[in-house]
């Protein structure tokens, strides 16, 4: 989130260095925590003001994620007005709904009017309904129209991501009149590299960078050295097609559009790289099987964000049971299938999830698409059958050597090649498949993936055995 580089409460709030926060491995220092911790258990808001006043956002929000619950709680208390309130957009989802959960709604009403309007939408989102309309009531009516109409838009939209103050002019403008209109008007934000051009009605017109401003003289109109936005983004788009649009174009800032085209907003870079880093975070966890899930989240709230799945994996393993159970009687008669068959499963199960996890990522930033999905499907059969002929090799070797039958190791290496081959082919198709009709492949694809290579090898490595040695 954009924020100040550095925020100081009172005279006495000096700049810390990062070396007395962080230590070498990143982490906020067990001194600096500590020191933190005696100044809240002593009250000692002089201290605190001191010592947190001056923090960037982003560290003061590493260390409300250090501390425990009631520090945390008792910290906002004693900083009062001079808490940082843009340090919630850095912490979990779970965190800032404790810290803001145990204020009044005044505090956060007055704290809000002081943030950049995506940070407050950013805060204000994940209250309830009742909250932020009580909140939203004692703000002033503009800034209350333009939080309402962000948080109108979905979630996850760039509509929600959009900050609604932008500089805008009219195109019979002169560079001159602009930049008077810029130094003369305190309510403009405080940074921004931007100038949009718009009609009467709002309708985005066109954009010139502030260079372009400073390289032109006076006299000259805005609508002669302006430049259309090519790139203007919808505010129902979502988040992750807009991160995709910055990075295609390279992309400092973005004009947000209505349905009717008209300018509502502006989407910048450093919101961006939250974007994108949110929604690796998101694509990590669900090929995982693990939601939204947070640090920061209760016992029972991970539990139950893991169950769904871990129920899905269960019903799959009864299936690869299943499949085991037709080949009970050549398992009793050659007992070294049973140590030898969770090699097979296994190795195909790595396999996939290799192909998946390449797979999955190259939708999501679309480099894999219609056009090349043929050459890659191919690449990756090729990968898993030189793969498959390495380790078939390998394993036949040992589990020729290891139970000393040569025909136990050339099955082995049979099961093998065919398991690393289809675990190849389901690790790049199950994905593409759950893309083409909708459904998200960072959630699901993991669970077929595994359920395809386990039932593969099992009846490949069973069935060959079956076969060769002619059990019945």
């Not at 201290?47 to 994620?65: C, I, M, P, R, Y």
């Not at 990968?383 to 078939?392: H, K, P, R, S």
């Amino acid at each position: 989130m954009e924020g100040q580089d550095e925020h100081t409460s009172g005279a006495t709030a000096q700049p810390h260095d990062h070396a007395d926060i962080y230590g070498e491995d990143g982490v906020v220092r067990a001194s600096f925590l500590a020191h933190v911790g005696a100044a809240i258990a002593d009250r000692d808001t002089l201290a605190l003001k001191e010592d947190v006043g001056s923090l960037h956002q982003s560290e003061l929000g590493d260390l409300l994620e250090a501390l425990l619950p009631e520090q945390r709680r008792a910290l906002v208390d004693l900083m009062g007005s001079d808490f940082d309130f843009s340090s919630l957009t850095e912490v979990d989802e779970a965190i800032r709904l404790d810290i803001v959960d145990n204020l009044p709604n005044a505090q956060i009403a007055q704290a809000v009017q002081e943030l950049d309007s995506d940070d407050a939408v950013y805060i204000l989102e994940d209250l309830d309904q009742e909250d932020q309309d009580e909140i939203l009531a004692q703000l002033p009516f503009t800034e209350r129209i333009r939080l309402r109409r962000s948080l109108d838009y979905p979630e996850e939209s760039a509509g929600r991501r959009m900050q609604t103050e932008f500089v805008a002019v009219p195109p019979f403008w002169t560079v001159g009149q602009t930049i008077d209109y810029m130094r003369d008007d305190k309510n403009l934000p405080d940074r921004f590299s931007q100038i949009f051009v718009i009609d009467p009605t709002f309708k985005l017109l066109g954009a010139l960078d502030l260079d372009q401003i400073l390289r032109s003289k006076r006299s000259v109109k805005i609508e002669d050295v302006m430049h259309e936005t090519r790139h203007a983004i919808p505010a129902s788009m979502d988040q992750e097609e807009a991160a995709h649009e910055f990075e295609q174009y390279d992309l400092l800032s973005a004009a947000v559009v209505d349905e009717n085209e008209r300018l509502v907003g502006v989407l910048t870079i450093d919101d961006v790289v939250d974007v994108i880093q949110q929604e690796a975070e998101e694509d990590l966890l669900r090929m995982g099987g693990v939601g939204d899930e947070e640090l920061s989240d209760s016992v029972l709230t991970a539990s139950r964000s893991r169950v769904p799945w871990l129920l899905v994996n269960l019903f799959t393993a009864f299936l690869a049971a299943s499949v085991i159970g037709l080949f009970d009687h050549t398992i009793e008669r050659i007992v070294a299938l049973a140590v030898l068959m969770p090699i097979v499963a296994g190795m195909g199960g790595n396999a996939g999830s290799q192909t998946m996890t390449v797979t999955v990522r190259a939708l999501a930033t679309r480099d894999l698409d219609i056009y090349n999905a043929g050459r890659i499907i191919r690449r990756e059969m090729g990968v898993g059958f030189i793969n498959g002929i390495i380790f078939a090799v390998l394993i036949g070797i040992v589990a020729a050597t290891w139970f000393q039958d040569p025909n136990l190791g050339g099955i082995i290496a049979a099961a093998m090649v065919i398991n690393m081959f289809v675990a190849a082919l389901a690790g790049i198709l199950i994905p593409l498949l759950l893309d083409r009709f909708g459904a998200d492949p960072a959630v699901a694809s993991a669970v077929f993936v595994t359920t395809v290579t386990d039932v593969v090898g099992f009846f490949a490595f069973l069935g060959l055995a079956t076969w060769w040695f002619g059990v019945t």
